[in-house]
């Protein structure tokens, strides 16, 4: 009679810890990962549009028509929001079509 080849139980359990906690730490990052995002696309300056988009209140920080003071600010380039755009709001109305540091 031949006898069973199989894992040990030891090897089991080790792999089913290891599964769960991989599916805890993604859950974690994954949470994470769109704070990150949207922190990451918003203007550290003055965010300066052609005209105010639909939907999007005087009181925000667009400032229209306007463009960057090269004496003391650096026009960055990509796409950006505003700081403290509110969360519910639809990013593609809150674009900037220029952002505006401050330099040295």
């Keep these: 009679m031949k006898k069973a080849q199989g894992l040990p139980i030891t090897t089991i359990i080790i792999a089913a810890l ?3 906690v991989l599916v805890i730490m993604a859950a ?7 704070k990150f995002g949207r922190a ?5 300056g003055r ?6 988009p639909t939907g999007v ?7 229209i028509g306007r463009e960057c003071n090269s004496e003391f600010e650096t026009s960055l380039s990509g796409t950006y929001i505003p700081k403290n755009t509110p ?3 639809k990013l593609n109305d809150w674009k900037c079509d220029s952002c505006c ?3 040295g």
């Excluded at 990451?40 to 550290?44: I, V």
């Excluded at 965010?47 to 105010?52: A, D, H, K, N, P």
């Design 18 to 20: 290891g599964i769960i």
């Design 28 to 34: 974690i990052f994954s949470g994470q990962i769109g």
């Design 40 to 44: 990451a696309s918003e203007c550290p």
């Design 57 to 63: 209140p005087s009181t925000s920080r667009h400032e």
């Design 47 to 52: 965010c300066i549009v052609e005209s105010r």
């Design 101 to 103: 540091i401050p330099t």
């Design 87 to 89: 969360k519910d709001a």
